[in-house]
Each structure stands twice: as structure tokens, then as C-alpha cells.
Nanobody, 119 residues
Framework: QVQLAESGGGLVQSGGSLRLSCVGS????????KAWYRQAPGKQRELVAS???????NYAESVKGRFTISRDKAKDTVYLQMTDLNPDDTAVYYC?????????????WGKGTLVTVSS
């Protein structure tokens, strides 16, 4: 099965930048759409960004122009480059592979990495 390992979270000042990484395993990861979700305390989990196998990226309106999702196929890694961070970005960020025909309907989640933005 696919295992997802996130890293890069931490404490950052408002206006700062941070890059999250998610390393996956095997062909399922490389052949799947990949996404970043986040969940702030007391709020529901929300989609932040996604990237398809062909490189098409989509973003939540709240992060457009500030966040960039990318992938390195050779390293089986997806990144989320975050800039101009503000306290509203504070959340646990999760790497996600949606269920699809390629994953036989299985969806995968990382354990999450905490991003805290101080004002």
C-alpha cells in the first residue's frame, strides 16, 4: 500500500515562507493525482491544492498567488511552497491521494504536519 510521509511544518512568522514535502511510495503515488488538505482547530478539513499526473494544478481561492504545488516524479515527492503566510494558514496539513481507478478506489492520507503562523 501507499505510505505518505509529510515534513516541513513548523513555526513561522506572519509574512514568512515554508515548504512542505510529501514523499510517497511506488507507482500508485506517481500515477495519481496528489493533493494537500489542511484542518485548523475546530474547523473542517479543506482542500488547499491539487496537482494531476500531467501537472495541472488547482488551488483554493484563499491561497491563490501565495501557495504553489509541484511534484518531483523522480523523487516521488510533492511539495507545497507557501509564501506570505498569515495566522489563518495555521493548520495541520495533510498529503492526500484521492481514490481513483488506478488506486482501486483506495484513498490515502499522511499523518499530517503542523504549520503554525504567528502574528
Amino acid at each position: 500500500q501507499v505510505q505518505l510521509a509529510e515534513s516541513g511544518g513548523g513555526l513561522v512568522q506572519s509574512g514568512g515562507s515554508l515548504r512542505l514535502s510529501c514523499v510517497g511510495s511506488g507507482a500508485i503515488f506517481s500515477m495519481s493525482t496528489k493533493a494537500w488538505y489542511r484542518q485548523a482547530p475546530g474547523k473542517q478539513r479543506e482542500l488547499v491544492a491539487s496537482i494531476t499526473v500531467d501537472g495541472t494544478a488547482n488551488y483554493a481561492e484563499s491561497v491563490k498567488g501565495r501557495f504553489t504545488i509541484s511534484r518531483d516524479k523522480a523523487k516521488d515527492t510533492v511539495y507545497l511552497q507557501m509564501t506570505d503566510l498569515n495566522p489563518d494558514d495555521t493548520a495541520v496539513y495533510y498529503c492526500h491521494i484521492p481514490g481513483s481507478w488506478y488506486t482501486d478506489g483506495m484513498a490515502y492520507w499522511g499523518k499530517g504536519t503542523l504549520v503554525t503562523v504567528s502574528s
